[in-house]
């Protein structure tokens, strides 16, 4: 006589276990519901959803947001970005776009800028863009003329009053921050807001700088103000979320080569890393910018790369990696497992990365509806 089957696991039980799986494989919470149907209810609830991400916070890095510049139309060069998917996820598929590049990406929103047609038959700055890459929505903002230094950075309307975890925003209002040089070399500030849909300040924030500055480098988010790399100045410009102020960092240490991104670290300090004769080093702030620097880290890629590096062309912020430029492509370093891969083989030159990290949630059930994953940029 067979023996009776076990008895089912009590639902407290299995939301506890499906709240250990990765959320960088969303694909295991798909499998997970397709066992039967109580575990599909279960998958399909917003209990688990909020539940999960309350639980891993540090959202995971789901694609790769790929810039290079490349021959197009056989005479002509342009920005092209690539998606790669870093994490498997239902929908996640690579595809490019030509004649726009993003510019930056944060709390599940990225920002892009198009290339228009100069009437001197030259390339020129368009439009900005917002997209979500999880619903494909696009939001095109009004026209905001920039000169040739500027740079750019996209983020939730409410980080600056810390109303927000960032843990399921991206559907929410949102900022958009550009710092741009003028013709007269006077650095200011304009700041796009979703709600009112228009931008605000223009006005001059940090007089003429002594030399010039150079942008288009990633910002990073480290307490509540984001930082611009000035890469000809080896100099950082800090603009406070809170007091609307910007002040321009000069102290950065003297180091054998300029900083290649800007970093933060767990603790929510600014730092940098640089890579110099396949060694990848890491700085650090010690009390905040004003507390000087220190060197945290040194790591010898050597012996975690099959070719030697020659940058730093990217940084997953709360994850502890790196994205290092090599002559065969760009490679992922896992500083905490030391463990590096091959993620991405540029098309042409100019390549930085930037990680897109957020939270996906398989669309299962009338919950869910609106959250599968979408091109959005269409191939072209």
Same mark, same amino acid.
């Given at each position: 006589?067979?023996?009776?089957?076990?008895?089912?696991?009590?639902?407290?039980?299995?939301?506890?276990?499906?709240?250990?799986?990765?959320?960088?494989?969303?694909?295991?919470?798909?499998?997970?519901?397709?066992?039967?149907?109580?575990?599909?209810?279960?998958?399909?609830?917003?209990?688990?959803?909020?539940?999960?991400?309350?639980?891993?916070?540090?959202?995971?890095?789901?694609?790769?947001?790929?810039?290079?510049?490349?021959?197009?139309?056989?005479?002509?060069?342009?920005?092209?970005?690539?998606?790669?998917?870093?994490?498997?996820?239902?929908?996640?598929?690579?595809?490019?776009?030509?004649?726009?590049?993003?510019?930056?990406?944060?709390?599940?929103?990225?920002?892009?800028?198009?290339?228009?047609?100069?009437?001197?038959?030259?390339?020129?700055?368009?439009?900005?863009?917002?997209?979500?890459?999880?619903?494909?929505?696009?939001?095109?903002?009004?026209?905001?003329?920039?000169?040739?230094?500027?740079?750019?950075?996209?983020?939730?309307?409410?980080?600056?009053?810390?109303?927000?975890?960032?843990?399921?925003?991206?559907?929410?209002?949102?900022?958009?921050?550009?710092?741009?040089?003028?013709?007269?070399?006077?650095?200011?500030?304009?700041?796009?807001?979703?709600?009112?849909?228009?931008?605000?300040?223009?006005?001059?924030?940090?007089?003429?700088?002594?030399?010039?500055?150079?942008?288009?480098?990633?910002?990073?988010?480290?307490?509540?103000?984001?930082?611009?790399?000035?890469?000809?100045?080896?100099?950082?410009?800090?603009?406070?979320?809170?007091?609307?102020?910007?002040?321009?960092?000069?102290?950065?240490?003297?180091? *054998?080569?300029?900083?290649?991104? =800007?970093? &933060? @670290?767990? +603790? %929510?300090?600014? /730092?940098?890393?640089?890579? *110099?004769?396949?060694?990848?080093? =890491?700085? &650090? @702030?010690? +009390? %905040?910018?004003? /507390?000087?620097?220190?060197? *945290?880290?040194?790591?010898?890629?050597?012996?975690?790369?099959?070719?030697?590096?020659?940058?730093?062309?990217?940084?997953?912020?709360?994850?502890?990696?790196?994205?290092?430029?090599?002559?065969?492509?760009?490679?992922?370093?896992?500083?905490?497992?030391?463990?590096?891969?091959?993620?991405?083989?540029?098309?042409?030159?100019?390549?930085?990365?930037?990680?897109?990290?957020?939270?996906?949630?398989?669309?299962?059930?009338?919950?869910?509806?609106?959250?599968?994953?979408?091109?959005?940029?269409?191939?072209?």
């Amino acid at each position: 006589m067979a023996p009776p089957p076990p008895p089912p696991l009590m639902g407290e039980l299995v939301e506890e276990i499906l709240l250990r799986l990765p959320p960088s494989d969303p694909t295991s919470l798909v499998r997970a519901a397709l066992v039967c149907k109580p575990w599909f209810r279960l998958v399909s609830g917003r209990r688990l959803r909020r539940r999960f991400r309350e639980r891993h916070r540090r959202a995971p890095v789901l694609g790769l947001l790929c810039n290079s510049r490349r021959e197009l139309c056989h005479c002509d060069e342009g920005d092209v970005f690539r998606f790669v998917p870093y994490a498997r996820f239902p929908g996640g598929r690579a595809f490019h776009h030509n004649y726009r590049r993003a510019i930056d990406a944060r709390h599940g929103r990225v920002l892009l800028r198009g290339m228009l047609w100069l009437d001197d038959g030259q390339l020129g700055p368009g439009e900005f863009t917002v997209w979500n890459p999880i619903t494909g929505e696009e939001r095109t903002l009004p026209p905001l003329p920039c000169y040739e230094d500027w740079n750019a950075a996209v983020l939730c309307a409410a980080h600056a009053t810390g109303a927000c975890d960032h843990l399921d925003c991206h559907r929410g209002p949102f900022l958009v921050v550009v710092v741009d040089t003028e013709l007269t070399g006077d650095i200011v500030v304009h700041i796009y807001s979703s709600e009112a849909r228009s931008w605000s300040g223009g006005q001059t924030v940090v007089p003429r700088p002594n030399k010039p500055a150079s942008w288009l480098w990633p910002s990073v988010l480290a307490g509540n103000s984001l930082y611009f790399m000035l890469r000809r100045r080896r100099s950082i410009l800090k603009y406070d979320l809170g007091t609307l102020e910007i002040s321009v960092i000069d102290d950065l240490p003297r180091t *054998s080569c300029r900083p290649d991104v =800007l970093t &933060t @670290t767990e +603790d %929510g300090r600014l /730092g940098f890393a640089t890579v *110099s004769k396949s060694r990848l080093y =890491l700085w &650090t @702030t010690k +009390d %905040g910018p004003a /507390g000087g620097w220190a060197q *945290s880290r040194v790591v010898d890629l050597q012996k975690l790369l099959p070719v030697d590096a020659h940058s730093v062309v990217g940084f997953a912020d709360g994850v502890g990696t790196v994205f290092v430029g090599t002559n065969s492509g760009v490679y992922s370093v896992d500083l905490k497992s030391q463990q590096a891969r091959n993620v991405y083989e540029p098309e042409g030159d100019g390549c930085n990365v930037l990680p897109y990290m957020t939270f996906y949630y398989p669309a299962l059930g009338g919950d869910c509806t609106g959250e599968e994953p979408s091109a959005g940029a269409s191939s072209a």
